[in-house]
């Protein structure tokens, strides 16, 4: 168990951590997530130890860690997959680590069985990939067989199998009631990976619930609706209909319509009665990635400016069409949603996003304001 | 609450072992010391005859067979510096950190194993250097068994001994291979020497860490032109004790408070 309260790290007038407040239970995969610069790794060292927090403290099955009894049986950690000395031997920089708790060199051979690196134990680190420096940086955290794991950016550089690996070893470390705390910048690696995900932007915390309920509150079904023909006269008519039966509806770059808040039973009548063939009338679903990055797109540290030759691009899908109306938020039928209904067909207003960040943060049970 | 002492002793000698600097600084250490040390002697020995009565007078063949000291010892300094710096060049302190919480136990057990290497390599060096360097200045020479002699030669691998320790102290301190080097080698090329050179500037150049230090290796007082000093060579080496002390507290409390 990891408890954060009211963690903060301020360098200089910069502040990378604000506030946060979390706790990872044992035996889940819980997942950190966050643009890049929102924070994870200082979090992830003041849990260690490395970092001094500003202000607030944090524990392991509480205790500081600085005062963990022998801590490496407690807790592991990868922190960096370049953090070791490049002359040394993959096998001799863990048996060093391995000295430091006492830990038998039989467990130095083992974990290095465990990631699938016997064959390079003899060789100099500096020759490794990142995908092996990976590796051994699992097996210098899995070394004392500790209940709480800790695991940053794990994936970075790894090729699909070893993603794979990855995958299935923290699932099996959280089934063997450990706690496991993953940071990654992807959410299509966190939606398959964690249980549970805690996301932070700008060192703030956004969102702290299982992954189940983010897909629910946050993937939003919708409708792609495509009018016969080619010219935009019969589908601007067609969006006005819509729009008049109360659904949002925002165009696609490729001339289809995005429709929100009708039932695709309801759009087929509207395009009958209107005397409108469709050539395309499919249930989708808003990917989990588009969230999250919904979510923190106001908290993203670096953003990048237009560039001039923007145009070569693909136009963002999320963009607003200039012929949007305003920010009116359509009623939103509680049941009878698309088919295949989607999970918050009965959760209410669940497929909608969420207008500010802060406000999936703020249903969340640590609410970081509320628990100073 | 901290992690027992031997444990990070036994890691701290896997990873001193197991890079090839330790073995190339310490090397270059020896040789250059003994090498240098022949040299000098042999230079002195032919040319004994036509040096000066006061020189010839205050001739110290035990300080003499040291005289390659000043550049093995840069050796020395480079490997103190390593030893600490590249735990943080290349992350490994993180790890390391990780793994022992207690900085304290994780910096005296580090110290510890790299001072004793030294100690062990400064020892030789300087028996070694002894021994050759009295074989080459033959009759101007001196035994092993005269008095302050054995003094002077133990005192010799303490002193390169202090100085990888002060080197490591100074590395802890500044976190980086560069930074550490390049003040620490120009410092003892130049800065020391420079201030020890001049009869105004030798009042406080006599008190800088290798000048006092060095005190222990002489057993003729002001041999060969070197000045008075206001100590002697235990003085010295005290004053020498209180540098490295100095620099292995900085250290540790640049280590205990700054964020790794």
């Known amino acids: 168990m990891i408890e954060a309260v009211g963690l903060t790290k301020r360098f200089g007038a910069k502040t990378a951590v604000d506030q946060l407040s979390f706790q990872v239970r044992p035996g889940h995969v819980t997942g950190f997530l966050g643009p890049n610069g929102s924070g994870k790794s200082t979090t992830m060292r003041m849990i260690l130890g490395l970092d001094r927090p500003t202000a607030g403290h944090v524990t392991i099955n509480g205790h500081a860690f600085r005062e963990l009894p022998n801590a490496q049986r407690h807790v592991g950690a990868l922190l960096d997959a370049k953090a070791m000395h490049g002359g040394r031997r993959a096998r001799t920089h863990l048996l060093s680590i391995a000295q430091l708790s006492g830990i038998p060199e039989k467990r130095v051979d083992e974990v290095l069985a465990v990631v699938g690196l016997q064959d390079a134990a003899r060789q100099r680190t500096k020759g490794f990939s990142l995908g092996m420096g990976q590796r051994l940086g699992i097996a210098t955290a899995l070394l004392g067989d500790p209940q709480v794991l800790l695991f940053d950016e794990p994936v970075n550089g790894l090729d699909p199998e070893g993603i794979l690996w990855v995958r299935n070893l923290m699932r099996r470390l959280a089934a063997e009631g450990r706690t496991v705390f993953v940071s990654s910048h992807l959410m299509s690696e966190m939606a398959v990976t964690a249980d549970h995900l805690i996301v932070i932007g700008r060192g703030r915390l956004l969102a702290d619930m299982s992954t189940q309920e983010f897909i629910t509150h946050n993937s939003a079904g919708f409708a792609r609706v495509r009018v016969a023909g080619t010219g935009p006269d019969g589908r601007d008519a067609f969006a006005e209909i819509l729009r008049k039966d109360g659904a949002r509806v925002l165009q696609e770059p490729d001339g289809a319509l995005r429709v929100t808040g009708l039932e695709l039973p309801r759009i087929s009548d509207l395009a009958h009665e209107g005397g409108l063939r469709l050539w395309e009338l499919s249930p989708h679903r808003a990917s989990l990635e588009e969230a999250y990055m919904r979510m923190t797109r106001s908290s993203v540290e670096y953003t990048s400016t237009d560039d001039p030759r923007a145009q070569l691009w693909e136009t963002d899908p999320l963009a607003l069409p200039q012929w949007e109306e305003g920010p009116a938020a359509p009623e939103v039928p509680q049941t009878g949603f698309f088919a295949p209904p989607p999970p918050a067909a009965t959760g209410g207003s669940g497929f909608l996003m969420p207008s500010e960040p802060g406000e999936l943060a703020a249903s969340a049970q640590n609410n970081p304001e509320a628990s100073r | ?260």
Not at chain 2, 68 to 86: C, N, P
Request: aromatic share 10%; hydrophobic share 55%.
């Open chain 2, 1 to 260: 609450m901290t992690v027992a002492l031997p444990a990070v002793l036994n890691s701290e000698w896997t990873k001193i072992r197991t890079v090839s600097s330790t073995v190339w600084t310490l090397a270059i250490a020896l040789i250059a010391t003994v090498g240098f040390g022949a040299g000098f002697c042999a230079l002195i020995s032919s040319a004994f005859d036509s040096m000066p009565e006061i020189e010839r007078a205050t001739f110290d063949p035990t300080l003499m067979s040291f005289s390659g000291m000043q550049f093995g010892q840069l050796a020395m300094i480079v490997f103190g510096v390593l030893v600490v710096s590249t735990e943080y060049s290349t992350g490994m302190i993180r790890a390391s950190l990780a793994a022992v919480p207690g900085r304290g136990s994780f910096l005296l057990g580090k110290l510890t194993v790299a001072t004793a290497l030294a100690l062990l390599v400064g020892l030789t060096t300087s028996f070694v250097a002894f021994f050759v360097g009295q074989a080459i200045l033959g009759e101007h020479g001196i035994g092993i068994g005269e008095e302050n002699v054995l003094r002077a030669v133990i005192g010799a691998g303490v002193y390169m001994a202090l100085l990888a320790l002060f080197s490591m102290g100074v590395a802890t301190m500044l976190r980086s291979s560069v930074a550490s080097i390049s003040i620490l080698i120009p410092f003892f090329l130049i800065v020391s020497n420079l201030l020890s050179g001049f009869e105004v500037t030798r009042k406080y150049g006599q008190y800088l860490p290798d000048k006092a230090g060095s005190k222990i290796m002489q057993i003729v007082p002001d041999a060969m032109g070197r000045g008075e000093t206001p100590y002697g060579p235990w003085g010295g080496l005290a004053i020498m004790l209180l540098w490295v002390a100095a620099a292995v507290l900085g250290g540790y409390f640049v280590l205990k408070n700054r964020d790794a």
